[in-house]
């Protein structure tokens, strides 16, 4: 049995971790401007449009009943470009099971035509916005680190988000239906 000391330490650090939890929530938040909606762990991914390097249009929509991985990149971006090779092997491997990279670029589309000019993808890449709110932004990169992935489940709702590159084996468990490994949003800035 607890003593009373322990009691009032052990509400006192249950507080102060409730406080943590919504002071981390509300400071991601924060950089949202007015009015912009943010994705939310657990809620229906907002609709999302962007145009492909010829100009056409792909809505979210399109791949309704599929998990889909959102993979914020740029093309001067070191992890990124580390990642995207990864990407690619996991969407041959896996994507006749039902999942698909959608690859969002936020970047200049001179780059990014060169650089997939070097290094083709075989999934869609789209133009993200880079004007504020950036499409990453509204995607819940709060600050706007790449690169930055959101995988959304079959039924339209925000499975989970990462920054930074994604490993092997987590890759592998998006793609194959299992749960992400932890749940929730992973973000090493919070790891020491």
């Known amino acids: 049995m607890l003593s009373r000391d322990n009691l ?52 979210l929509a399109d791949y309704r009943g599929r998990r889909v991985l959102l993979n914020f990149w740029a093309s ?9 090779p990864a990407l690619d092997r996991t969407q041959a491997k896996f994507g006749d099971q039902g999942t698909i990279v959608l690859g969002i670029a936020m970047d200049e589309p001179l780059r990014v035509r060169a650089f997939l000019a ?34 959304i489940g079959t039924d339209g709702r925000v499975i989970a988000t990462h920054w930074g590159p994604l490993d092997t084996a987590t890759l592998e468990d998006w793609f194959t239906g299992s749960m992400p490994r932890d749940g929730h949003s992973s973000d090493p800035r919070a790891q020491g």
Request: hydrophobic letters at 45%.
């Open 118 to 151: 070097d290094h083709p993808l075989h999934f869609p890449v789209l133009l993200g916005q880079m004007e504020a709110p950036s499409t990453s932004l509204r995607w819940g990169d709060s600050g706007e680190m790449l690169p930055y992935s959101v995988l």
């Open 8 to 59: 009032v330490i052990l509400g006192i650090a249950v507080l102060a971790a409730a406080l943590g939890g919504w002071l981390q929530h509300e400071s991601r938040l924060a950089h949202v401007p007015a009015g912009a909606t943010v994705a939310q762990l657990g809620e229906a991914a907002p609709a999302l449009e962007l145009p492909d390097l010829q100009g056409r249009v792909h809505s």
């Open 76 to 84: 001067w971006c070191g992890p990124c470009l580390d990642e995207l």
